[in-house]
């Protein structure tokens, strides 16, 4: 069973296009993550949150909307894509905010054309 | 503020020889400390963590990892490299002052020769 799922694996779409991408994790983690992975594999946390609350906000555009219906789930949409939208976003989750060990599904790679 | 620095984009080493991947840290506080490995294709798996104790940290699949306090260094090391320890290796951080963010530094690339 697959601990940290995402989908889609792979988004090609243009710019100016809205997109969501869904993550679910079955390990029953209280606290979700979301980190954008650069064409240069610089891994930089976007948000996080907590048993559905928002807990960490970087200072990412806000047609970043994230989005937990509940905390096995985190979902990212993104509004009016742009070209440097374009990376592999991953989805993790940890036991709760103080846990230390994360662990991660197996990202999406958005192409924005 | 909590930074992470990989000196090398790269490390290469002849199968069986050891192997070395380098790590500084800055933080608040006491330092919490990791360190992930990404196959291609993949998300990040968790390898080892420090938090307190012993400087000498063993993880998954012969790993360890040296924490140096006066150095604010956390080397990842291996007695003898296999070709399929080929990946990029991530260095985490996190203080115990406050906040619940992990920084990652660049990540470095290990080539295991045959």
């Known amino acids: 069973d697959t601990a940290v799922s995402q989908t889609p694996k792979y988004l090609v779409t243009q710019m100016g296009n809205d997109k969501s991408i869904k993550c679910e994790q079955n390990?029953?983690?209280?606290?979700m993550y979301w980190y954008k992975q650069d064409s240069k594999k610089f891994l930089k946390i976007m948000f996080s949150y907590n048993n559905k609350e928002l807990i960490i906000n970087e200072t990412v555009p806000n047609r970043f909307s994230p989005k937990s219906p509940d905390k096995a789930h985190l979902n990212l949409h993104i509004n009016s894509l742009e070209l440097g939208d374009s990376a592999v976003y991953f989805c993790a989750s940890s036991q709760d905010l103080a846990a230390l060990e994360q662990y991660f599904g197996p990202g999406t790679r958005l192409t924005v054309t | 503020a909590q930074s992470v620095a990989q000196p090398e984009d790269q490390v290469n080493v002849a199968e069986g020889n050891p192997l070395t991947v380098k790590c500084t840290y800055s933080v608040s506080g006491n330092p919490y400390l990791f360190w992930y490995v990404q196959y291609p294709n993949r998300g990040l798996q968790f390898l080892l963590k420090y938090i307190t104790g012993d400087n000498l940290v063993k993880g998954s699949y012969g790993f360890e990892a040296e924490f140096n306090k006066s150095q604010t260094s956390f080397h990842l090391k291996k007695p003898s490299a296999l070709v399929s320890d080929s990946a990029l290796y991530f260095c985490a951080v996190r203080g115990d002052t406050g906040g619940f963010k992990t920084i990652f530094g660049a990540g470095t690339r290990l080539f295991v020769k045959a």
């Open positions: 390990l029953g983690h209280d606290t």
